[in-house]
């Protein structure tokens, strides 16, 4: 089945520590993006990328770095300088035209103890 | 600069009822706007989305959406809701350049009551 993966579902880091995410898709999409969900403020843009080694800031990038290495494959790094990284991550992917649609993953939950 | 804000934060629709979830866009070209849906804990899954053409776009799991133009709106629209229908929506739109990201509206959280 064609779809977009994401692992861990939960994830726990220890204050200090950093943390990859994993993002993988296999439609072959050129675009790929990592959203923040926090509880009433919808998904807001961390980084996006439209072709392999290339990418660029969101409205939230500080504290996170990215990778895009490979087409399928879009990790989001979530460093200790980010303050609050407590949150519900989303990784989605489109056709790289004019306004394709963009198709989501089911999601990390990252808790910072 | 783009935005797009949902007023609603949460919706009880009994059982059968209509249900309207309103969103409100801001952005001086045509937009092209989207409508997403998720359960607790999960991905967001595409309801419905308008580009051009008809202004009454229909969608999956029997929701449509009416683009108003003159009202710079895209409320999403069903007769008759299913308790499995409990969820929260998300209204956003596309613009600027091709692979963008989206911007989104805060959400709707539907309750369904029996």
């Known amino acids: 089945d064609g779809g977009i993966t994401q692992s861990p579902k939960y994830l726990f880091r220890k204050e200090g520590q950093n943390v990859t995410l994993s993002c993988e898709q296999n439609?072959?999409?050129?675009?790929m993006y990592w959203y923040r969900q926090d509880p009433g403020q919808g998904l807001r843009l961390i980084y996006y990328?439209?072709?392999?080694?290339?990418?660029q800031k969101g409205d939230i990038a500080e504290g996170y770095s990215v990778s895009r290495e490979k087409k399928e494959s879009f990790p989001l790094t979530v460093t200790s300088a980010q303050k609050n990284p407590t949150a519900f991550y989303l990784c989605?992917?489109?056709?790289?035209?004019?306004?394709?649609?963009?198709?989501f993953g089911p999601g990390t939950r990252l808790t910072v103890l | 600069a783009q935005s797009v804000t949902q007023p609603d934060i949460h919706i009880t629709v009994s059982e059968g009822a209509s249900l309207e979830l309103r969103c409100n866009y801001s952005?001086?070209?045509?937009?092209?706007l989207f409508w997403y849906v998720q359960s607790p804990g999960q991905g967001l899954q595409l309801l419905l989305k308008?580009?051009?053409?008809?202004?009454l776009v229909q969608g999956i799991k029997g929701f449509e959406a009416e683009f108003k133009r003159s009202q710079s709106s895209f409320n999403l629209r069903k007769p008759s809701v299913h308790w499995s229908d409990a969820a929260e929506y998300f209204c956003?739109?596309?613009?600027?350049?091709?692979?963008?990201?989206?911007?989104f509206g805060k959400g709707t959280t539907l309750s369904v009551s029996s």
């Open positions: 990328s439209q072709i392999v080694n290339d990418f």
């Open positions: 952005y001086g070209a045509t937009p092209y």
């Open positions: 956003a739109v596309a613009a600027g350049q091709a692979g963008t990201a989206l911007i």
């Open positions: 989605a992917s489109s056709l790289d035209k004019q306004f394709d649609t963009q198709y």
């Open positions: 308008y580009f051009s053409g008809d202004t």
């Open positions: 439609l072959n999409h050129d675009a």
